[in-house]
């Protein structure tokens, strides 16, 4: 059963556009969603994260949007860069436990310039 | 900024062998975790570790694997005897604390090929 879904598997967007990428969640007790970026051969980096008493947090063209009576979130990219092509994985945990992530399957982002 | 660092970065053994993947943690970071990521496929949690001991495992920390850090040197993960679904991509992460201060940071992994 997976808890954390992210949808569309792969999106190909033109440079200068804006990325929707959209994840959703089953159990509604994650309160803290950090968004990873990974570049092939690489690991994962962090890149931004909301915790569940905000609806949106904005860090430069990267936004999360956060709905949580839907259980769902969103993860825009405005203005896309050749540069952000990678894939993206949204995660979801417990904010106040050291315990794991729990992970989407990812989202291949590719940008065309 | 700060870096897990990762060695060896690809390890290629024989199906039986042992295998030991090392990860050096960021220095004042007090948790840490290894994962396992198949293809680039989604990230599977193994184990977690604090203050000496395991904290959390997942079922796919068989009973092969091993986690330590002795004396606060690299943080290892072992596999004895190795198999063919052992083959991964592992990632090594840590964290200052409870994941109200930072979300883990990762290293660039180890390729594990296992023959």
């Known amino acids: 059963q997976q808890q954390v879904r992210q949808s569309p598997q792969s999106l190909t967007v033109w440079e200068g556009e804006t990325a929707i990428l959209n994840c959703s969640y089953e159990d509604s007790t994650f309160n803290y969603f950090p968004w990873y970026q990974q570049f092939p051969g690489e690991g994962p980096a962090l890149l931004i994260s909301i915790r569940s008493v905000s609806d949106k947090k904005e860090d430069g063209r990267f936004t999360i949007f956060f709905n949580k009576r839907e259980k769902k979130l969103s993860l825009h990219i405005t203005d896309s860069q050749p540069g952000d092509s990678a894939t993206y994985f949204c995660?979801?945990?417990?904010?106040?436990?050291?315990?794991?992530?729990?992970w989407g399957s990812g989202t291949k982002l590719i940008i065309k310039p | 900024g700060p870096k897990v660092l990762q060695i060896p970065s690809h390890q290629i053994i024989d199906m039986g062998q042992m295998v030991t993947l090392n990860c050096d943690p960021v220095s004042n970071h007090l948790y840490f975790y290894w994962y396992k990521q198949i293809l680039g496929q989604q990230m599977e949690f193994l184990v977690n570790?604090?203050?000496?001991?395991?904290?959390?495992k997942s079922k796919l920390f068989k009973d092969q694997f091993s986690v330590e850090r002795p004396d606060g040197s690299y943080f290892t993960l072992k596999i004895q005897p190795t198999a063919l679904e052992d083959s991964a991509v592992y990632f090594c992460?840590?964290?200052?604390?409870?994941?109200?201060?930072?979300?883990?940071?990762f290293g660039e992994g180890t390729r594990l090929s296992v023959l």
């Open positions: 570790f604090y203050n000496g001991k395991v904290m959390e």
């Open positions: 992460a840590s964290s200052p604390g409870t994941f109200n201060n930072q979300a883990p940071l």
């Open positions: 995660a979801a945990s417990f904010m106040d436990s050291n315990y794991q992530l729990i």
